[in-house]
């Protein structure tokens, strides 16, 4: 068994009302207990992946130093954040205004839409299936905490689930939250091959 473990990385508080996509901020990772709760929780002798965006690389060593004992962390662009192009830096409630579409209050843009110079979110869903499958060939049976954004993570949901992003930014992904599913190695082909084991859990 193949598990895998989730975790939105931390708060980026001086940018909550505006998107920010695939850029590069700080977060802030002030809050201790919630980091030393992470450090219980999560599985020793775990595979650690990170993206390519620094504030999932401060997640995990705030995770580290709460207590776990963090290995050098694999970096895995392709489990990095949407890119919203030209949205970047645009006010949430501004761009709300602005839309028509449906998943207004669900995402900052239709799954199936690119904002100008971006990706969709089933582009990110598309790079995200190979990444997880490359993580899964080369650590098949262990434990894998991969430390990411809220877009990857309903991506790993939706290929866990054989469902479409129009449903899966129906997920609630909290900042500093756990996702686990893991495969099934002797499942049925024509069967689920991933369980779902948590969604958005909040560590206490």
């Excluded at 954040?81 to 843009?109: C, K, M, T």
């Excluded at 990110?124 to 990444?131: L, S």
Aim: proline fraction near 7%.
């Amino acid at each position: 068994m193949t598990r895998f473990w989730w975790i939105r990385h931390a708060p980026v508080p001086h940018l909550s009302d505006r998107i920010y996509g695939n850029t590069d901020p700080d977060c802030d990772t002030s809050d201790r207990p919630a980091f030393e709760a992470l450090a219980r929780r999560l599985p020793g002798d775990a595979v650690w992946a990170v993206t390519s965006l620094k504030r999932t690389v401060q997640t995990a060593e705030a995770i580290g130093s709460a207590g776990y004992v963090l290995p050098e962390p694999i970096v895995e662009a392709d489990l990095g954040e949407q890119n919203f192009g030209d949205l970047h830096g645009v006010l949430h409630s501004e761009n709300a205004a602005s839309r028509s579409d449906p998943f207004v209050g669900f995402w900052d843009i239709h799954p199936h839409e690119r904002a100008a110079g971006g990706e969709s979110l089933v582009d990110v869903r598309n790079r995200v299936e190979p990444a997880i499958e490359r993580l899964l060939d080369s650590h098949t049976g262990r434990d894998v905490v991969c430390i990411t954004h809220g877009g990857p993570i309903r991506c790993a949901l939706a290929i866990a689930l054989g469902i479409e992003m129009t449903n899966a930014v129906a997920f609630s992904v909290r900042n500093l939250s756990l996702t686990q599913i893991e495969s099934v190695p002797d499942a049925s082909p024509d069967g689920p091959r991933w369980r779902v084991r948590a969604v958005g859990e909040l560590i206490e």
